[in-house]
């Protein structure tokens, strides 16, 4: 199945047609909404968010832990097969890495509505501190960038050279070129996997290194953003799947599309259930004397958030897709991918919130806040953080976001997502050699 | 080596704002923005107590202490190690500042800091008269701030504006490595806290608490407006290391470390 064969892998979108047209302008349109927010912002400052002084990252911050996420479920689908010569869904390489590419462009670019100055976001290159974990993330974030635009370029380059596109960047397409082109995956697989960990570590450490910020400082935190990375990342990988099969030429494999989504439940399983667990129980233990006390402080959040990710984004999902008879379903593989990266938002914003609602000092005043000026009022100090997002930073980050989608409609149209021959299934000579 | 700190005896505070106002004034902080501040440890509103008071059978345990609270300047400062593009510093004499013209605003800093210290720009800074206040430049919209040990005032042989305006003489400046200095030896006799110890960030400022010290010590009974020219040359002199004259008002500055390290 891998003879050089010219016929043509086509991008799954031949033309845009209506809905495709109208689902752009849609896009465009909000991204255009999104730069006039960023712009309205920047002039007036970020007075216009509902961050302050004691609550000072915001919906910028939580989705940005979300998009890192994200990015990842693709490309860790794609090379962890070729890291083992394996075919295995192969049929998803392409859009995986395409999905993740776009994930990492929205979490690299929701940093700078975030930050006050973004004229001197130069001063990460000419001035950096190596002990900031935020410089760690800076790289890892780039470089991950970099990582899939190359990955997913050698994915596609034969066949954009086969097709005559100028994207194959003059590479040709030859038998030899695609033997040379497979032996770069796997290399590119062997530097994708651990990319990945770093990628999600990395940004969990940004959290999990302050000793100010109450339940931020725990090691716990880099390997569930690992296991938040692997649910939301494959969750919204089976959603981007699911719709481009319904709505473009990309066919998902039915069986692959039921294993993966087997696979997702075991990430929730690990992630909702497990991680969770291992991170309450022992200061359920620690903190309380009698054996229902400990119970149900160990079972029993105590915030909205909290419950919209364990149980709307953990149970249901996890329920639905540890079913057999539902699991067979696209429909439902659908919902609970949904509801996973639903519940993965949630799990943001909770962390988020348990570093800023309460303060280690609490005393009368309290903090100022830094709003504006409004003469003598008592709302100007606090003694615990509230938030609720603004507008503008609404629209700044669906702005942010349609750039994500944007670049997924752009791959879709131009680049050849979809395998000619279907024929994948699961070599069991370890994969890689021609027929 | 110098390593400056700061002693806020909570047996003399009084609670009276001087240091937060002092402190406003001085270093042009804008309106709704407070570096330093006047915490009451007891009730939950200001300047009220925890406790009951002692009538129908109660207990009478009334109990209210006052924490002025800024920037510790800790040793192991969790905003320095955090700051990615080194705007946050520890300079050489301890003092932790930051450099207004690199700062990003990315505020992971005010997310490292335990104490809630740093306040961020969120709009234009407003002041009251609008041309601002003190020594100090304004600090523009986008960047984070904080309490400096007024290092300015400190580079010119002065101690900090909270620090000589404090009416109950509660807060006393000097040189933690100095041994002879009176910060060093009230930490030594006096039983001192330092905020948040179990956080491990050490700071450079220390509370004393139950038994009282005498205070921060006077050498002259001369405002700093009453300084004449020639004490100005004094302060001058006594920056560049040479010897003063004994009379003038003696900052706790260290006079052969003031104006650098060399």
Redesign the interface.
């Known amino acids: 199945m891998a003879d050089a064969d010219t016929t043509a892998r086509r991008p799954v979108l031949s033309s845009f047609g209506t809905l495709g047209r109208g689902w752009l302008g849609v896009l465009a349109l909000l991204l255009v909404i999104g730069l006039g927010a960023w712009a309205y912002q920047l002039q ?4 216009e ?1 509902g ?4 609550f ?2 915001g919906l910028y911050i939580m989705l940005f832990v979300l998009f890192v996420g994200l990015s990842a479920g693709g490309l860790i689908l794609s090379s962890a097969p070729k890291f083992f010569h394996s075919q295995r869904y192969e049929g998803f390489a392409r859009l995986g890495v395409l999905v993740s590419l776009g994930c990492i462009i929205v979490a690299g670019l929701l ?1 700078l509505p ?5 004229d ?2 130069y ?2 290159v000419t ?3 190596f ?5 760690w993330d ?1 790289g890892i974030v780039m470089l991950y960038g970099a990582l899939n635009v190359w990955y997913l370029w050698l994915l596609t380059r034969r066949d954009l050279a086969a097709r005559g596109s100028r994207l194959s960047l003059w590479v040709s397409d030859s038998a030899a070129g695609r033997d040379r082109d497979r032996t770069l995956m796997f290399w590119t697989a062997v530097c994708a996997l651990p990319a990945a960990v770093a990628l999600h570590s990395v940004t969990g450490w ?1 959290f999990a ?5 109450g339940d931020w400082f725990s090691p716990l935190v880099a390997p569930v953003f690992i296991a938040k990375a692997l649910v939301s990342g494959l969750g919204l990988l089976l959603v981007v799947s699911i719709l481009a099969d319904r709505f473009t030429a990309f066919t998902a494999d039915r069986g692959e599309l039921t294993s993966l989504g087997k696979l997702l439940g075991i990430f929730l399983a690990f992630h909702v259930v497990y991680l969770l667990a291992a991170e309450r129980l022992p200061h359920a233990w620690a903190h309380h004397f009698g054996f229902w006390a400990i119970t149900s402080n160990f079972l029993i959040g105590d915030t909205v958030y909290f419950w919209l990710w364990t149980g709307l984004g953990g149970a249901v999902p996890l329920l639905l897709l540890a079913t057999p008879s539902l699991r067979r379903r696209t429909s439902v593989i659908f919902t609970a991918s949904v509801l996973a990266v639903f519940g993965t938002l949630f799990e943001g914003i909770r962390l988020v919130f348990t ?2 609602q309460r ?3 609490n ?11 409004a003469g003598l009022t008592t709302d ?1 100090w606090a003694t615990a953080g509230t938030y609720t997002p603004t507008a503008v930073e609404i629209a700044v980050t669906v702005g942010v976001i349609s750039i994500g989608a944007l670049i997924v409609m752009a791959g879709l149209r131009y680049l050849p997502l979809q395998r000619a021959a279907p024929d994948a299934a699961y070599a069991t000579d370890g994969g890689d050699r021609t027929q | 080596m110098t390593n400056y700190g700061l002693v806020i005896d909570q047996e003399r505070c009084i609670g009276c704002q001087t240091c937060a106002m002092t402190c406003k004034q001085e270093n042009n902080v804008p309106m709704g923005q407070f570096w330093n501040r006047v915490l009451t440890v007891g009730g939950e509103h200001v300047d009220t107590p925890s406790g009951t008071y002692p009538e129908d059978g109660e207990s009478g345990d009334l109990d209210m202490n006052y924490q002025p609270t800024a920037c510790q300047h800790c040793e192991n400062a969790p905003c320095v190690k955090v700051c990615p593009v080194n705007a946050t510093y520890t300079r050489d004499d301890g003092i932790v500042e930051i450099d207004y013209d690199k700062c990003m605003g990315c505020r992971y800093c005010m997310a490292a800091c335990p104490y809630n210290a740093r306040v961020f720009n969120w709009d234009e800074p407003e002041h009251r008269p609008e041309d601002g206040t003190g020594d100090v430049a304004e600090r523009p919209q986008g960047v984070v701030e904080k309490c400096t040990f007024c290092s300015h005032r400190v580079e010119d042989g002065l101690d900090p504006a909270c620090v000589v305006n404090c009416p109950a003489d509660a807060r006393i400046f000097g040189d933690l490595d100095d041994d002879d200095s009176t910060v060093s030896k009230y930490i030594s006799e006096y039983n001192t806290e330092q905020l948040l110890n179990e956080k491990g960030t050490d700071p450079s400022t220390y509370y004393v608490q139950g038994k009282m010290t005498p205070g921060r010590p006077w050498t002259s009974d001369k405002l700093e407006t009453e300084l004449g020219d020639d004490e100005a040359a004094q302060a001058t002199r006594r920056r560049n290391g040479a010897p003063t004259s004994e009379h003038g008002p003696t900052p706790h500055v260290p006079a052969e470390t003031a104006g650098g390290d060399d």
């Open positions: 007036h400052g970020l007075i968010t961050m302050r002084n004691v000072s990252w940093i975030d930050i006050g100055r973004p001197r976001i001063q990460f001035s950096p501190d002990r900031s974990p935020m410089v800076f940004i290194t302050q000793v100010g910020r570093g800023y303060v280690n000092i005393a009368a005043p309290g903090i100022a806040t830094g709003g504006e000026y100007a």
